[in-house]
Each structure stands twice: as structure tokens, then as C-alpha cells.
């Protein structure tokens, strides 16, 4: 089965730093998705990446699928403390929508 | 637009006692729902997952079941909560195959 890993486990930075989170796969990847979620609120999608190479952008947070596609990340430019929470990325193993597999996620602090 | 809805969005309840949570989804129809759990410390778990009325599956023996008795309706229940049900649950839809997949705002269940 697909397992997802995320690194760092957790992250501090100050307000105004830039920052990456990575996201593994131990299988290709046809389906990366990207999400952030509040502390104990539900999980907010950000942007979905399926073609290696692909970059998107969503407000100052940029996510990358390697060429490979076995591995994501997610940046952060000028982080500001909005975007505190926890990221999570997550896969679709077999494309079908039906088997979502989710990282452990990685818990953002944003120091003003 | 479509919108996602949950309820109830906290609750406190005895060890033993029944559980039912509800997620209705309005703008789409024969959407695939998903109900996931994250418990403290762990990533996501998706629990089930149904593509249609009636129509069930289950990622992971447990306590719990899940219904759909009608096209934009889903239940999570269970007979008898156990301490180690306590969780955070979400419940998911997606558009299509490939498309993104939309949370609703969650149910934070506390067994007690």
C-alpha cells in the first residue's frame, strides 16, 4: 500500500521567513493533494498536482510535484501567522478517488 | 456552489452509549462521500467510503457503520462508543475521479 511521509514533523518560524514542507511517497504518485487545517477545525484543500514538473501556486504558498513524482513540497514565501495550522498532503494511490492515503501531516508555528 | 455540512459539531458521550453523526452535501448530486477520523497524534484514516444510495465500503474493521440512505446523506454510527473512538471525524466528498476532494468542518468527539 502507498505510504505518505512528511517532513518536518513540526516547524517554528518567524513571521516574514519563507519555509518548505516535503511530502514522500513510497509509490508514484497519480494525485498529490495539499491541505491545511486549522487547529481542530476541518481541512481546508489548497491545490492538487498531478503531472510531474507541475507547480501551482495559491496565494504566497507554492506546492511542486517532482519530475518522478514520488515527492511534493510546499512553500511558504513571507509566511505570516495566518498560516499557522497543520499541512497535510494526500494521495490517491490508484486514481479511482476511493483510496486516499494522507501524510501525517506537519504543524506550522508562525512567530510575529 | 456546493457545500458541505456536519453535524453535530462537538460531542461528549459515555463509553457504551450509541453514536450517530450526520453529513449532508448540497450542489452536486451522486457525489462520493467519505468518512475519515483523525485521532490525536495520527494522520487521517479514511473509515468509509460509499459511491452510491445503499452502497458501503469499509477501509477498517471497528466499531463503527456507516449509512446512506439517500443521494447527499451520510452516517457514521455505531452501537456502542469506545473510549478509543474518540476522534476528530470528517466527512469528505469529491467531484469526480480526478478532482479535488472538499472536507466537511468536522465532529469532535469526546468517549468518556
Known amino acids: 500500500s502507498q505510504e505518505l511521509e512528511q517532513s518536518p514533523q513540526s516547524l517554528i518560524v518567524q513571521e516574514g521567513k519563507n519555509l518548505t514542507i516535503n511530502c514522500t511517497s513510497s509509490?508514484?504518485?497519480?494525485?498529490l493533494y495539499w491541505y491545511k487545517q486549522k487547529y481542530g477545525e476541518g481541512l481546508i484543500f489548497l491545490m492538487m498536482?498531478?503531472?510531474?514538473?507541475e507547480e501551482k501556486s495559491h496565494e504566497k504558498i507554492t506546492a511542486k510535484l517532482d519530475e518522478k513524482k514520488q515527492q511534493s513540497s510546499l512553500h511558504i514565501t513571507a509566511s505570516q501567522p495566518s498560516h499557522a495550522g497543520i499541512y497535510l498532503c494526500?494521495?490517491?494511490?490508484?486514481?479511482?478517488?476511493?483510496?486516499?492515503?494522507f501524510g501525517p501531516g506537519t504543524r506550522l508555528s508562525v512567530l510575529p | 456552489s456546493q457545500t458541505i455540512h456536519q453535524w453535530p459539531a462537538t460531542l461528549v458521550q459515555p463509553v457504551g452509549s450509541p453514536l450517530s453523526l450526520e453529513c449532508t452535501v448540497e450542489?452536486?448530486?451522486?457525489?462520493?462521500l467519505y468518512w475519515y477520523r483523525q485521532a490525536a497524534g495520527r494522520g487521517l484514516q479514511l473509515l468509509f467510503y460509499?459511491?452510491?444510495?445503499?452502497?458501503i465500503s469499509s477501509e477498517v474493521p471497528q466499531n463503527l457503520s456507516a449509512s446512506r440512505p439517500q443521494d447527499r446523506q451520510f452516517i457514521l454510527s455505531s452501537k456502542k462508543l469506545l473510549l478509543s473512538d474518540s476522534g476528530f471525524y470528517l466527512c469528505?466528498?469529491?467531484?469526480?475521479?480526478?478532482?479535488?476532494?472538499?472536507f466537511g468542518p468536522g465532529t469532535r468527539l469526546t468517549v468518556t
Open positions: 469528505a466528498w469529491i467531484r469526480d475521479r480526478a478532482g479535488e476532494q472538499y
Open positions: 509509490k508514484t504518485l497519480y494525485g
Open positions: 498536482l498531478q503531472k510531474g514538473g
Open positions: 494526500g494521495a490517491d494511490p490508484d486514481n479511482y478517488g476511493q483510496n486516499f492515503v
Open positions: 450542489g452536486t448530486s451522486n457525489p462520493n
Open positions: 460509499s459511491v452510491g444510495i445503499g452502497q
